[in-house]
């Protein structure tokens, strides 16, 4: 890995620490207010690729373990991990790897600006909502005793607030490709 | 900024080495999956209850660090009772709850530097495959905790620069720039970390 790769890790989870300090936005029409942390993995993925956008989420579940006050609302700490949430948190990582291997496979140069769109849609719906679930559910279904069952649905509450958030990422993602392309140099 | 949850003290569980709290949260872990009874379960709760409250922490500040956590555990306890029978939720919640009253004493006990060095030895077997370097993850963690600051004080500015024009702030409009503003220094970080060798390339 070359220095340039690491620097970009690393200023990607600072990025993300410092959407976890923007207030949530509340929306009329979803039950949970949306953080702009939750959108990190969808935006690490599709900005800086696969093999960097799970570096740099390792990195910041690192900062979280060592105790840095670095999740929305000023939590941290291996108390976040070991909670019935936890999975999420790990999965971070895996959902950010799958999200830049699915955006490097369909956005490319030269393509139409709503292909582009597309791509990033599909890779932020991908990573950021059907890998992301796939680890947290089970997780905290395991560590709460709740069955599986029940805790799919509940999370159902979640989907349309998370499927605007991928419409973000999406806008955000796009906008960042057209001003500064950082997904072709793969790492 | 970034103050880490570190609380200072001098209890023995505050000397402890870290290897012995993050092997002991370990043991607790897997020793609380392992067993149903409630007869080991709530002393295991009063246990880790006591060791977090008696770490010199006012009860209020306590609290808000594990309190986010809790309101989950107990949302899910409440649904809990609607599917499962009483004893076996009291187990859950009680297991969980001691827990993370665990995992919340070794973060409250355990300072960033040492946290580190244990970092850099469950590397070592990496590094000697030569998949990564410890010295690599320090640094990059250095870094972020050297550009947050930074990073946010752009996105004052971004927000202040909506205000002037009297755009309304929304996070789609305030991303893309924070991103690309702040991705577009990494060549110029990256070479001044080059040129003063620190990763000796």
């Known amino acids: 890995m070359n220095t340039r790769d690491l620097v970009l890790i690393a200023l990607f989870a600072a990025i993300v620490v410092v959407l976890g300090l923007i207030p949530p936005i509340t929306l009329g029409f979803i039950p949970v207010p949306i953080t702009a942390q939750s959108m990190g993995v969808m935006l690490a993925g599709c900005i800086i ?20 006050p670095v999740l929305s609302g000023g939590r ?4 976040v991990l ?45 990573g950021g909502i059907v890998v992301l679930y796939a680890i947290g559910v089970p ?27 991928a419409a973000i990422a999406t806008l955000a993602a796009r906008a960042v490709y057209a001003g500064y392309p950082l997904l072709p140099a793969r790492a | 900024m970034l103050t880490s949850l570190y ?12 290897r012995a709290k993050l092997l002991a949260l370990l043991v607790l872990s897997l020793a609380l999956f392992a067993t149903q009874s409630l007869y080991l379960l709530a002393p295991a709760f009063l246990l880790c209850g006591w060791l977090y409250f008696s770490l010199g922490l006012t009860f209020r500040q306590a609290l808000a660090r594990v309190g986010f956590v809790f309101f989950t555990i107990l949302v899910l306890a409440a649904i809990n009772l609607f599917l499962l029978p009483v004893p076996e939720v009291a187990a859950l919640l009680l297991r969980l709850m001691a827990l993370v009253l665990f995992a919340a004493t070794v973060t409250a006990t355990t300072t960033i530097g040492a946290f580190m060095d244990e970092i850099t030895f469950l590397l070592k077997p990496f590094e000697r495959l030569g998949l990564l370097r410890a010295a690599d993850v320090s640094l990059a963690l250095g870094l972020v905790l050297r550009f947050v600051p930074d990073i946010f004080a752009r996105y004052e500015a971004i927000r202040e620069a909506h205000r002037a024009r009297g755009l309304p702030i929304r996070p789609l409009t305030i991303i893309g720039p924070l991103i690309i503003l702040t991705l577009k220094d990494a060549d110029t970080i ?12």
């Open chain 1, 82 to 126: 070991a909670g019935p949430s936890g999975g999420f948190i790990l999965g971070w990582a895996v959902a950010a790897f799958v999200t830049g291997l699915v955006a490097e496979r369909f956005v490319h140069e030269g393509q139409r600006e709503i292909r582009q769109f597309v791509g990033f849609f599909l890779a932020s719906v991908v």
């Open chain 2, 190 to 201: 990256a070479a001044a970390i080059d040129a003063r060798g620190f990763r000796r390339q």
């Open chain 1, 49 to 68: 690729g696969a093999k960097r956008g799970a570096l740099a989420f390792l990195l910041f579940v690192l900062l979280v373990a060592i105790g840095l």
């Open chain 2, 7 to 18: 609380v200072e003290g001098r209890s023995w569980f505050h000397r402890l080495p870290v």
């Open chain 1, 76 to 79: 941290g700490g291996l108390a």
């Open chain 1, 139 to 165: 997780w905290l279904s395991a560590v709460s005793g709740t069955p599986l069952l029940t805790a799919a649905t509940g999370s159902l509450v979640f989907i349309p607030g998370d499927l605007l958030k």
